[in-house]
T-cell receptor
Framework: NAGVTQTPKFQVLKTGQSMTLQCAQD?????MSWYRQDPGMGLRLIHY???????DQGEVPNGYNVSRSTTEDFPLRLLSAAPSQTSVYFC????????????FGPGTRLLVL | GENVEQHPSTLSVQEGDSAVIKCTYS??????FPWYKQELGKRPQLIID?????GEKKDQRIAVTLNKTAKHFSLHITETQPEDSAVYFC??????????????FGAGTILRVKS
């Protein structure tokens, strides 16, 4: 199993540009989520999904969109990039039922100029 | 909503000594408490977790304790080694209806083990 994969590893954007961060998992996990990691602030939840066709907002959703058309994929879209979105983005997945360990992808480092 | 506070923000210990990191949570409905280790430039990786029906859990040199009454839980690392140097995150989660596993993370602790 590849586990949780993310692409790209690193991206530079200009203010106002849009892009999609890809996340995929091959563990048949129902639950998938996106976090951003900023220095001194831990990991903050952006959006999450409990299954195909079901998504919801996390703690810091503004400026991001998600969709979940399949169990495997959970892309994160930046609509109009801003310097405040410079961060490291992690995707994670887990089984939904009960409290289960989440497994993280390798991360995408995003720089918005 | 849930709030998780983590202390200390940095911790330096001598190799072989013990390290303790403490977290407090605000939502008494939280029932799952994982700890993650993140090495520089890498992804967070689960090292140990505990559920609210258990007071303590051990895995070799790592242990976690939970005090539900006081709403705090701690990570204990004994006989620290240089490879334990990393950022450690605590988190809390509660089961929402039949689905959901939203984790709320602490801000992290930078652990440095000096040899």
């Amino acid at each position: 199993n590849a586990g949780v994969t993310q692409t790209p590893k690193f991206q530079v954007l200009k203010t106002g540009q849009s892009m999609t961060l890809q996340c995929a998992q091959d563990m048949n996990h129902e639950y998938m989520s996106w976090y951003r990691q900023d220095p001194g602030m831990g990991l903050r939840l952006i959006h999450y999904s409990v299954g195909a066709g079901i998504t919801d907002q996390g703690e810091v959703p503004n400026g991001y969109n998600v969709s979940r058309s399949t169990t495997e994929d959970f892309p994160l879209r930046l609509l109009s990039a801003a310097p405040s979105q410079t961060s490291v983005y992690f995707c994670a997945s887990s089984y939904s039922r009960g409290a289960k360990a989440q497994y993280f992808g390798p991360g995408t480092r995003l720089l918005v100029l | 909503g849930e709030n998780v506070e983590q202390h200390p923000s940095t911790l330096s210990v001598q190799e072989g000594d013990s390290a303790v990191i403490k977290c407090t949570y605000s939502d008494s409905a939280s029932n799952y408490f994982p700890w993650y280790k993140q090495e520089l430039g890498k992804r967070p990786q689960l090292i140990i977790d505990i559920r609210s029906n258990v007071g303590e859990k051990k895995d070799q040199r790592i242990a976690v304790t939970l005090n539900k009454t006081a709403k705090h839980f701690s990570l204990h690392i004994t006989e620290t080694q240089p490879e334990d140097s990393a950022v450690y995150f605590c988190a809390a989660s509660k089961r929402e209806e039949e689905y959901g596993n939203k984790l709320v993370f602490g801000a992290g602790t930078i652990l440095r083990v000096k040899s």
